[in-house]
C-alpha cells in the first residue's frame, strides 16, 4: 500500500497539478471505503469465514489495481482513477483486520506477542518489497519513454530528465515556454510506467488470494475421513 500510495501522490501532484493538500484529500475515497468495511470485516469473516473474507478483499483489490492501471489518463484528470480508488479501499478494508485476526488467532494467548511482532514484520517486509518492485518498474519504464526526448538536451540535463518526473518538471521550469513538450512527455511517460507497475501489483494480489483459497482447500482435504 506505501509503494501504491507514492505513485498516487505523484501522479496527482506531478501530472495532474494538485498541491500537497490536494492530493492528500484526493486519496480520502480510498479511507471512505476503508474505514467502514475494516470495522465490519470481523463480523463477515466470522460468518462466512476468514479465508473466504480475506480472498474477497485482495480480489477486490486486484480489481482496483487493474482499474487503475487501464483507466488512468491525465487529459480526463481525478475521475480516470476515481472508480479504482474505491475499489482499492473496498479491497484492504475487507483483506485487512482478518487477516491481522488470523495472525493472532494462530497462536495461544500467551504468545501474542510474538504474534503482534509476526504482523508487523509481515507489513514492514511487504511494504519494502512492494515499494522496490513497482517503483523500480515504473522507473524503469519511464526512463525508456523519456530517453528519446532527454537525449535532445545537453548529457546534464538529458540525465536530471531521467532520473524521475520530478527532475522532468524542475527542468521544464527552468527552460520557460520552451518546456511544455518536456512537460507533457513527462507526463505521459509517468501515466505509462504506472500501467505495468499497477497490473503487477495486481498479479500480486491475486497471486496472494490463490494461495490463500488453495491453503483453506488443502486444510479441509486434510480433515476429511
Known amino acids: 500500500m506505501f509503494a501504491l500510495f ?3 501522490i505523484q501522479f496527482l501532484q506531478a501530472v495532474l497539478g494538485y498541491t500537497a493538500l490536494h492530493a492528500a484529500t484526493g ?9 467502514p468495511l475494516s470495522t465490519v470485516a470481523p463480523t463477515i469473516a ?7 473474507t480475506v480472498v474477497t478483499g485482495m480480489l477486490t483489490l486486484a480489481a482496483g489495481l487493474t482499474l487503475l492501471a487501464l483507466l488512468a489518463d491525465a ?13 482499492i479501499g473496498a479491497g484492504v478494508g475487507l483483506a485487512m483486520s482478518p487477516s491481522t485476526t488470523a495472525i493472532t488467532s494462530s497462536l495461544t494467548e500467551d504468545k501474542q506477542g510474538v504474534a503482534s511482532a509476526l504482523n508487523d514484520t509481515v507489513r514492514e517486509i ?3 518489497m512492494g515499494l522496490a518492485l513497482i517503483g523500480s518498474i515504473l522507473n524503469s519504464r519511464f526512463r525508456t519513454n523519456i530517453t528519446d526526448l532527454a537525449n535532445t538536451y545537453p548529457p546534464e540535463t538529458a540525465a536530471r530528465i531521467k532520473e524521475g518526473i520530478g527532475g522532468a518538471l524542475s527542468t521544464a521550469a527552468q ?7 518536456l512537460v507533457t512527455a513527462a507526463r505521459n511517460a ?3 510506467g504506472m500501467k ?4 503487477i501489483a495486481a498479479g500480486l494480489a491475486v497471486a496472494a488470494a490463490t494461495y490463500t483459497a488453495w491453503t483453506g482447500l488443502r486444510a479441509r482435504q486434510a480433515t476429511r475421513p
Not at 175 to 181: E, I, K, S
Not at 196 to 199: D, G, S, V
Open 75 to 87: 487529459n480526463r484528470g481525478y475521475l480516470s482513477i476515481l472508480p479504482g480508488l474505491l475499489l
Open 126 to 128: 511487504g511494504a519494502a
Open 190 to 192: 509517468y501515466v505509462d
Open 196 to 199: 505495468p507497475a499497477l497490473l
Open 6 to 8: 507514492l505513485i498516487l
Open 175 to 181: 527552460l520557460g515556454p520552451d518546456g511544455q513538450p
Open 27 to 35: 486519496l480520502l475515497p480510498m479511507a471512505v471505503m476503508m474505514m
Open 46 to 52: 466470522h460468518k462466512i469465514g476468514y479465508r473466504r
